[in-house]
């Protein structure tokens, strides 16, 4: 069974900056969509970045573009997410998340991964 591994968050104050890392337990496929979601008490999962590992293309929501960057090392099977400028409004649990042999056409629903992580608590104050 995969098991994908979170670490890195904390808390810090607005206008500072974290990185998410995300272990997977297997080899991946060449061809998969990796993401981030986060969840914050009483709002729905969204989707934050994705990446689709064949291709290395990205997708970002809106409220993260400019400020978050995802990115992968294949020899590590670890993928990462760079938060910097970060706003109270960031803070939520992150989660990562894998749809193996699936190209995402953008930030795709929590509905599109079959394995997630357990989550990591990001919280920024102002």
């Known amino acids: 069974q995969v098991q994908l591994v979170e670490s890195g968050g904390g808390s810090v104050q607005a206008g500072g900056s974290l990185r998410l890392s995300c272990v997977v337990s297997?080899?991946?496929?060449?061809?998969?969509?990796m993401a981030w979601f986060r969840q914050a008490p009483g709002k729905e999962r969204e989707g934050v970045a994705v990446?689709?590992?064949?291709?290395?293309?990205?997708y970002y929501a809106d409220s993260v573009k400019g400020r978050f960057t995802i990115s992968q090392d294949n020899a590590k099977n670890t993928l990462f997410l760079q938060m910097n400028s970060l706003k109270p409004e960031d803070t939520a649990v992150y989660y990562c998340?894998?749809?193996?042999?699936?190209?995402?056409?953008?930030?795709?629903?929590?509905?599109?991964?079959?394995?997630w992580g357990q989550g990591t608590q990001v919280t920024v104050s102002s």
């Open positions: 998340a894998a749809a193996f042999r699936t190209l995402c056409a953008g930030v795709v629903g929590a509905r599109s991964f079959g394995s």
């Open positions: 297997k080899y991946t496929y060449g061809s998969d969509c």
């Open positions: 990446l689709n590992t064949g291709d290395a293309s990205t």
